[in-house]
Nanobody
Framework: QVQVVESGGGLVQPGGSLRLSCTASGFSLANYAIGWFRQAPGKEREGVSCISEVDDSTVYTDDVKGRFTISRDNSKNTVYLQMNRLKPEDTAVYYC????????????????????WGQGTLVNVSS
């Protein structure tokens, strides 16, 4: 069965850190670009970051640049999202999805990603 499992979320104080994991089963993440998306309460889902499969090039939405880092460990079939200096506005459910192409200019366009969904992982930044 082809699926992804997101984990690592939790409750953290503003300024704190979390590392999210996206682990695949049924396919190799090494063959795909992987994007992280998030959906905050009452808001539309938005792209957070993407890592390409060919050269591990990365892209970030402006809100997280300098605070979040995406990386992959193909030996563990896992992509990570290291989140530092978290803010209350980072509170959301975070999802990862695979993409056939490089991240490119469509990295935050959900329709360019495969229909492979996990349950998401909740990040709650609150004091």
């Amino acid at each position: 069965q082809v699926q992804v499992v997101e984990s690592g979320g939790g409750l953290v104080q503003p300024g704190g850190s979390l590392r999210l994991s996206c682990t695949a089963s049924g396919f190799s993440l090494a063959n795909y670009a992987i994007g992280w998306f998030r959906q905050a309460p009452g808001k539309e889902r938005e792209g957070v970051s993407c890592i390409s499969e060919v050269d591990d090039s990365t892209v970030y939405t402006d809100d997280v640049k300098g605070r979040f880092t995406i990386s992959r460990d193909n030996s563990k079939n896992t992509v990570y999202l290291q989140m530092n200096r978290l803010k209350p506005e980072d509170t959301a459910v975070y999802y990862c999805r695979p993409k056939m192409e490089l991240c490119g200019s469509s990295w935050n366009v959900e329709t360019r990603y495969l229909e492979v969904w996990g349950q998401g992982t909740l990040v709650n930044v609150s004091s």
